[in-house]
């Protein structure tokens, strides 16, 4: 078994982008549940004290958040890099970083996926309604920014590709977000490079690593 241990849940688009990094540089894991069974257990809040996931142990390492996970993930190990060399491209990488954690977090993920996949009986159309011209917007800027080529930060693969990359899949897996997407050519040339990399299979729901 490997001693680096990601904590979550696989269906969490977070913790299979902190999985991804693992699966590019070829270092086995073992995603475990949360401590103590919940995100607000006395035992976990002492390694993630925000309640979020996923968070991350190998050795006397103990981090959360998922930039910086992947980001340990490239340095601490051997294996393809996954951040651009140049200065310039390392910035524009933790750029994007950023755009994911302040607008695509807030009106992708939590604004418009968490409202279809966490509704309790009928989904609530306001918050949808209200989602869309982010989706329109956000999905825009993507899309201008991958004309001619098909990462967001160099030539290759990046951290922010694999960060944005599971929030731009699942915005795609409901109605608003598909027809919009479809509007989006740069884009999703860019993300069917993204996931059809064998890293990013490995890293899905269906991977069997989870222990």
């Known amino acids: 078994m490997s001693d680096v241990k990601i904590f979550g849940v696989a269906r969490s688009s977070y913790v299979r982008s902190a999985r991804w990094a693992f699966e590019e540089k070829g270092v086995p894991y073992t995603l475990v549940p949360p401590d103590g069974g919940s995100l607000t257990s006395a035992e ?16 006397d390492v103990n981090l959360y958040e998922v930039a910086a996970i992947a980001q340990y ?15 310039a491209g390392r910035a524009l990488m933790r750029q994007w970083i950023g755009v994911s954690a302040s607008y695509l977090d807030p009106d992708l993920l939590r604004g418009y996926i968490f409202t279809y996949a966490f509704a309790e009986g009928e989904v609530d159309d306001a918050k949808i309604k209200a989602a869309v011209p982010h989706i329109e ?40 977000g598909k027809e919009i997407l ?16 064998p890293a990013y299979a490995a890293a899905s729901l269906d991977s069997a690593k989870a222990a």
Do not use: C, M
């Open 182 to 197: 479809a509007e989006r050519p740069n884009l999703t040339r860019a993300l069917e490079a993204w996931i059809s990399r």
């Open 137 to 176: 917007h956000h999905t825009q800027v993507l899309d201008d920014a991958l004309k001619g080529r098909d990462f967001l930060a160099g030539d290759a693969l990046s951290i922010a590709d694999i960060i944005i990359a599971p929030i731009i899949n699942a915005t795609g897996a409901f109605k608003e």
């Open 73 to 87: 993930a490239d340095e601490a190990f051997d294996g393809p890099a996954l951040q651009p060399a140049d200065p």
């Open 44 to 59: 976990y809040l002492t390694r993630h004290p925000f309640g979020k996931i996923p968070a991350l142990s190998h050795g």
